[in-house]
């Protein structure tokens, strides 16, 4: 006898070898074709779709699993069908209830494998700028540039009470000299803060 075209996906999980929660997990990942009645999987093009998708790291564990198969079923007859099965093609619910996600989209292990192996070298990446002095906290870089605006603030607000007396009195060209002295003075308050700011964060 041939293999059955139609399984429920706890019988396509001990198909494979596996458990048969196993079917849930594939489903899970959307590595089943389902048939139209929305509950049985299409065996041949199901198998086709796990092995397209499979971890080519665990080809031993698959070929253990299959060898184990052979010899448990070396006529490749169907696996019996149970009660989880007949109810499913009566359209009843199975007893065992499907995982959350039912959807079917196919799953593509290599392109998230290789998103998970791009994220894992870009935090290696940041580790060693920031090691390196390189790289700072978001926070601490929105943390210094509120203590540079707070003295630059601090340092304009105390001009209206420090300056008028000395710009009495005074010509042009003095108070020229006398306001460019001033701004002078605050942009080196402001570089020299940030200066130990930024030594402290390399220290830390």
């Known amino acids: 006898m041939s ?4 399984m429920s996906i706890p019988d396509f999980g001990a198909y494979l070898g596996h458990g048969r929660t196993y079917g849930y997990q ?6 089943l074709v389902m048939a139209d009645d929305g ?3 299409l065996v041949v093009q199901s198998e086709a779709r796990v092995r397209a998708t499979q971890d080519p790291s665990k080809a031993g564990v698959r070929e253990r699993h299959a060898k184990n198969r052979r010899a448990k079923n070396p006529q490749n007859q169907p696996v019996a069908r149970t009660d ?19 959807s079917n989209t196919q799953y593509d292990f290599q392109g998230a494998k290789a998103k998970r192996e791009h994220w894992a070298a870009e935090r290696e990446h940041a580790q060693y700028l920031k090691e390196a002095g390189e790289l ?19 340092g304009l607000e105390a001009w209206q009470v420090t300056l008028p007396p000395q710009l009495v009195g005074l010509d042009e060209s003095a ?12 942009l080196h308050d402001l570089v020299d803060k940030l200066g130990r700011m930024a030594e402290q964060d390399k220290a830390a």
Do not use: H, W
Request: glycine residues 4%.
């Open 26 to 31: 594939l489903q899970k990942e959307g590595r």
């Open 3 to 6: 293999t059955p075209s139609v």
């Open 175 to 186: 108070i020229r000299t006398t306001l460019a002295d001033q701004v002078e003075r605050l």
């Open 84 to 102: 989880t099965a007949q109810a499913a093609t009566q359209n009843v619910a199975p007893s065992e209830p499907p995982p959350e996600d039912s």
């Open 39 to 41: 509950v049985n999987v």
């Open 136 to 154: 700072m906290e978001r926070s601490a870089v929105v943390a210094a540039f509120a203590d540079a605006g707070a003295t630059l603030r601090s």
